[in-house]
């Protein structure tokens, strides 16, 4: 094997150790809280809905990357590489209008209550199930055009005009129209939400910034600072996200326009390679950002840590 090919296999299999138990820990953890308090705050079930996507796309990216790099499994053929490309871009794409609507809400969560801002916090509340259901259809519909055009990996010599390499598959678009429209609609439903959570951010901290100096302003008491101190973890923990998004998925996009304006690099696997990579990257780290910042989730692993450390000596005891 290439020196590249195992820097590249070992790259995605990192992101598959990493990703997949992380994720997955967040789950487990939220449904435990879920089965204790019998319901989950708005906040959570937009984190939950965004670690499960998270999910899919390691899962659906970068272990079938990896597989197939180590040659351990021939995954890619043209039915496969139509459902992978499917999942993987409305996953990812989930993945960012969720970051956003997490920014948004933990933004309204900063008005004052009784204000406009604050019911229109309540409304996006009530209606959450329905806005998840949007984003799905919305879309699943639009990453239909990439699956529809994609094939299984082709020789060099066999790439035609209007296709975009994806390493082990191919985008191969009936015109130059439809592929440059596809990529438009592409960036312009990463670029909205990266606008608007940005917007989002910046008045999160400028809310930080003001709650502190108010804090510093107080003289005695110490009554209201426990409900304070967890909406500045919580808002703290949104603008990680978030800069995490802006850097990984700025990358990812910048990357994109650079393909579909570049001729060059229409058959480049590098730039596909990392393409992916920075794609997936947000999913496989950001639940390591939730487990340190949410503490339902860290106390959820914690009394499992120490539930799974009093039974041990038991165990040793009864088999003893």
């Not at 070992?10 to 997955?24: A, M």
């Not at 960036?187 to 108010?214: E, N």
């Not at 603008?239 to 996009?253: C, R, S």
Request: glycine residues 4%; hydrophobic residues 50%; proline residues 3%.
């Amino acid at each position: 094997m290439e020196s590249n090919s195992l820097i590249r296999g070992l790259l995605f299999l990192l992101l598959t150790v990493v990703g997949v138990p992380g994720n997955s820990l967040v789950i487990w953890a939220f449904v435990r809280v879920a089965s204790h308090d019998r319901r989950l705050l708005p906040a959570d079930a937009i984190v939950l809905h965004l670690v499960s996507v998270n999910l899919l796309v390691v899962v659906v990216r970068c272990l079938p990357e990896t597989l197939a790099t180590f040659r351990l499994v021939a995954i890619y053929n043209d039915a496969s590489c139509r459902g992978i490309i499917y999942v993987f871009r409305t996953a990812r794409t989930l993945s960012i209008w969720l970051t956003f609507v997490l920014s948004a809400y933990q933004c309204l969560s900063a008005a004052p209550p009784g204000s406009r801002w604050a019911q229109v916090r309540a409304t996006v509340a009530h209606h959450l199930s329905f806005i998840f259901l949007a984003l799905w259809l919305v879309n699943c519909i639009v990453s239909c055009p990439a699956a529809i055009y994609s094939l299984g990996s082709r020789d060099n010599s066999s790439l035609m005009e209007h296709s975009i390499n994806a390493q082990f598959c191919l985008v191969q678009f009936p015109s130059g129209l439809a592929r440059d429209a596809n990529g438009a609609v592409q960036t312009a439903r990463d670029v909205v939400p990266m606008v608007f959570m940005t917007m989002a951010s910046i008045i999160i901290l400028v809310f930080l910034y003001r709650h502190s100096q108010q804090v510093k302003g107080l003289r005695g008491g110490t009554s209201g600072k426990s409900r304070p101190s967890a909406e500045r973890r919580a808002a703290k923990a949104v603008v990680t996200l978030v800069t995490m998004y802006v850097v990984f998925y700025g990358v990812d996009n910048g990357l994109w326009v650079y393909t579909i304006t570049v001729t060059q690099t229409l058959s480049s696997a590098l730039v596909s390679d990392l393409r992916v990579f920075f794609a997936s990257l947000y999913a496989s780290v950001s639940p390591i950002v939730i487990i340190i910042s949410n503490k339902k989730v860290s106390r959820q692993i914690q009394c499992q840590s120490e539930e799974s450390t009093a039974r041990t000596p038991d165990a040793a005891l009864s088999a003893a």
